[in-house]
């Protein structure tokens, strides 16, 4: 087996279950919860908001994700629908800013299990910085994907992205908002 040394990760694995007492869905209790670092979402709107990725492809990997609780993409009325697809423009407006990836993958998985979802019952968009060059030898020959920043680095620099667009509202602490 091979190994990879990443002593940062520790303070991942002994954190206590954030969610644990979470009763329903935990994409829901993010929309109305104000703890917004402690959960990791970075950026708010009238009808979504933007989390980090607990387990990201890349550095800066985030979710873009509507207040309103449904899997079918057809069920957002016209609002919901603008205000998601602004909020996801505005997400990689501030990954430019923060992070200067030379692409993206932005995409929804959309049917459960068979599209590739862990949580199929609240849409979400996911946001993927990429780099030439980021996925190398590790995933591809030795099955290893290698995260070169801690999600809570990645938060700050982030935030400071959605910071410093127009209309933003930053709070001392916790998500921008628009």
Same mark, same amino acid.
């Given at each position: 087996?091979?190994?990879?040394?990443?002593?940062?990760?520790?303070?991942?694995? *002994?954190?206590?279950?954030?969610?644990?007492?979470?009763?329903?869905?935990?994409?829901?209790?993010? +929309?109305?919860?104000? =703890?917004?670092?402690?959960?990791?979402?970075?950026?708010?709107?009238?009808?979504?908001?933007?989390?980090?990725?607990?387990?990201?492809?890349?550095?800066?990997? +985030?979710?873009?994700?509507?207040?309103?609780?449904?899997? =079918?993409?057809? #069920?957002?009325?016209?609002?919901?629908?603008? =205000?998601?697809?602004?909020?996801?423009?505005?997400?990689?407006? +501030?990954?430019?800013?923060?992070?200067?990836?030379?692409?993206?993958?932005?995409?929804?998985?959309?049917?459960?299990?068979?599209?590739?979802?862990?949580? =199929?019952?609240?849409?979400?968009?996911?946001?993927?910085?990429?780099?030439?060059?980021?996925?190398?030898?590790?995933?591809?020959?030795?099955?290893?994907?290698?995260?070169?920043?801690?999600? *809570? #680095?990645?938060?700050?620099?982030?935030?400071?992205?959605?910071? *410093?667009?127009?209309?933003?509202?930053?709070?001392?602490?916790?998500?921008?908002?628009?």
């Amino acid at each position: 087996m091979e190994q990879v040394f990443a002593p940062w990760r520790i303070d991942w694995i *002994e954190r206590p279950d954030k969610n644990a007492d979470i009763d329903g869905c935990v994409f829901c209790a993010f +929309a109305e919860s104000d =703890d917004d670092r402690a959960n990791n979402v970075v950026a708010r709107s009238d009808h979504a908001f933007v989390l980090l990725n607990n387990y990201p492809y890349n550095p800066g990997h +985030a979710m873009v994700i509507p207040h309103q609780h449904t899997g =079918d993409y057809r #069920d957002l009325d016209e609002p919901v629908l603008t =205000d998601h697809a602004r909020l996801k423009q505005r997400t990689i407006e +501030a990954m430019e800013t923060a992070l200067h990836p030379e692409g993206y993958n932005a995409g929804l998985n959309l049917g459960g299990g068979a599209a590739g979802g862990s949580i =199929d019952d609240h849409l979400h968009t996911h946001v993927v910085p990429r780099w030439e060059g980021d996925t190398n030898f590790m995933p591809v020959i030795s099955e290893t994907k290698v995260i070169v920043e801690a999600v *809570e #680095d990645t938060y700050d620099r982030l935030r400071d992205g959605f910071a *410093e667009q127009e209309g933003a509202t930053v709070p001392n602490d916790g998500a921008v908002e628009f």
